[in-house]
């Protein structure tokens, strides 16, 4: 697949009460077919004001920015052979320990080597699910558990489900300072302005909610039970930030926190030397079977760099 770009437009303000998002962007893009709009959708690749949408029936009104990923004349994923840890599956879903350094979805700047190549090659007929079945994601050096439907009806159900707030997704971190007291962030988050690649809290941003609580406290860092009741992007990053507490190694949110990086430097120097990525893990699951409805409680262990983090730190 060749490089891709992405390109913003704004759907016309006298558009009539409401139109099909497929036919919409027809208009917008005459160069190409309708079908190759709807594969786009399809595949993730459309946003409407920088929330992706999946259905080619979603209605536009007029006024909305449109972010898509440029179509290229052909447009395919390839299958890859790259191992997952698998630690559940059946005939409808999959839940994979997601490793470090691994991109769930391919994008702008990561056209292979994903989440989604390898389940491509693991289970080939889910190259006809939407997204190969992918129905939330984690950052790329965020470790740990994620969902992946094996059929349409299981990824609509879950998708209900994660809308519905039924599915419990539990992170532990080790953030940077130390917290006392169990808490609760409830900030909205959108898009940077000018990084678009970040995130910021903003009045004018979504809903975003992150619960903590404290599972062991050190001299400079705290290690964290986070769990999300709202799934934005970069959102416990952003949220830790927000409250001066940025994750440890985060290479995005972490550099406003150099005063307190001083502080702990040969500590730091030492615990970035070997984690090279945010200490963030997804470590648990629960939800409802979404076609058996049988209650699903996955989890998995901390990773050995975590670990790792975690025994420095207790000795200082």
Same mark, same amino acid.
């Given at each position: 697949?060749?490089?891709?770009?992405?390109?913003?437009?704004?759907?016309?303000?006298?558009?009539?009460?409401?139109?099909?998002?497929?036919?919409?962007?027809?208009?917008?893009?005459? #160069?190409?077919?309708?079908?190759?709009?709807?594969?786009?959708?399809?595949?993730?690749?459309?946003? *409407?004001?920088?929330?992706?949408?999946?259905?080619?029936?979603?209605?536009? =009104?007029?006024?909305?920015?449109?972010?898509?990923?440029?179509?290229?004349?052909?447009?395919?994923?390839?299958?890859?052979?790259?191992?997952?840890?698998?630690?559940?599956?059946?005939?409808?879903?999959?839940?994979?320990?997601?490793?470090?350094?691994?991109?769930?979805? %391919?994008?702008?700047?990561?056209?292979?080597?994903?989440?989604?190549?390898?389940?491509?090659?693991?289970?080939?007929?889910?190259?006809?699910?939407?997204?190969?079945?992918?129905?939330?994601?984690?950052?790329?050096? /965020?470790?740990?558990?994620?969902?992946?439907?094996? /059929?349409?009806?299981?990824?609509?159900?879950?998708?209900?489900?994660?809308?519905?707030?039924?599915?419990?997704?539990? =992170? #532990? $971190?080790?953030? *940077?300072?130390?917290?006392?007291?169990?808490?609760? *962030?409830?900030?909205?988050?959108?898009?940077?302005?000018?990084?678009?690649?970040?995130?910021?809290?903003?009045?004018?941003?979504?809903?975003?909610?992150?619960? =903590?609580?404290?599972?062991?406290?050190?001299?400079?860092?705290?290690?964290?039970?986070?769990?999300? #009741?709202?799934?934005?992007?970069?959102?416990?990053?952003?949220?830790?930030?927000?409250?001066?507490?940025?994750?440890?190694?985060?290479?995005?949110?972490?550099?406003?926190?150099?005063? /307190?990086?001083?502080?702990?430097?040969?500590? =730091?120097? /030492?615990?970035?030397?070997?984690?090279?990525?945010? $200490?963030?893990?997804?470590?648990?699951?629960?939800? %409802?079977?979404?076609?058996?409805?049988?209650?699903?409680?996955?989890?998995?262990?901390? %990773?050995?760099?975590?670990?790792?983090?975690?025994?420095?730190?207790?000795?200082?």
């Amino acid at each position: 697949m060749t490089k891709q770009k992405t390109i913003y437009k704004k759907t016309k303000n006298n558009l009539q009460y409401k139109q099909r998002l497929d036919k919409a962007l027809t208009k917008l893009f005459p #160069e190409y077919s309708r079908s190759k709009i709807k594969n786009h959708i399809l595949h993730s690749l459309v946003k *409407i004001n920088e929330k992706i949408i999946t259905s080619p029936k979603t209605s536009v =009104y007029g006024g909305e920015i449109i972010e898509i990923t440029k179509i290229q004349k052909k447009f395919f994923w390839k299958a890859q052979n790259i191992p997952l840890n698998i630690i559940y599956y059946d005939k409808d879903i999959i839940v994979i320990n997601k490793s470090k350094n691994m991109v769930v979805h %391919p994008g702008h700047g990561n056209i292979d080597g994903t989440l989604l190549n390898a389940l491509l090659h693991y289970y080939p007929p889910i190259i006809n699910i939407p997204r190969a079945g992918i129905v939330h994601r984690l950052d790329k050096n /965020t470790t740990g558990l994620i969902v992946v439907a094996k /059929t349409i009806l299981a990824q609509n159900r879950l998708i209900n489900l994660i809308k519905k707030r039924k599915i419990t997704r539990i =992170y #532990e $971190a080790i953030v *940077i300072g130390t917290i006392k007291e169990n808490g609760s *962030i409830n900030e909205p988050i959108k898009r940077h302005n000018i990084k678009r690649t970040n995130m910021i809290v903003h009045p004018m941003g979504k809903e975003s909610i992150t619960h =903590y609580s404290v599972i062991e406290s050190f001299s400079n860092h705290t290690h964290l039970k986070i769990i999300l #009741e709202t799934g934005r992007t970069h959102q416990i990053r952003v949220h830790m930030k927000h409250i001066n507490h940025p994750i440890v190694g985060d290479p995005t949110y972490g550099k406003s926190s150099l005063k /307190t990086i001083k502080k702990i430097k040969k500590n =730091y120097k /030492t615990i970035l030397s070997f984690l090279n990525r945010q $200490a963030l893990h997804a470590k648990s699951l629960i939800f %409802p079977h979404p076609i058996t409805l049988n209650k699903m409680q996955l989890h998995t262990p901390l %990773p050995d760099d975590i670990k790792k983090l975690i025994k420095i730190l207790k000795k200082n």
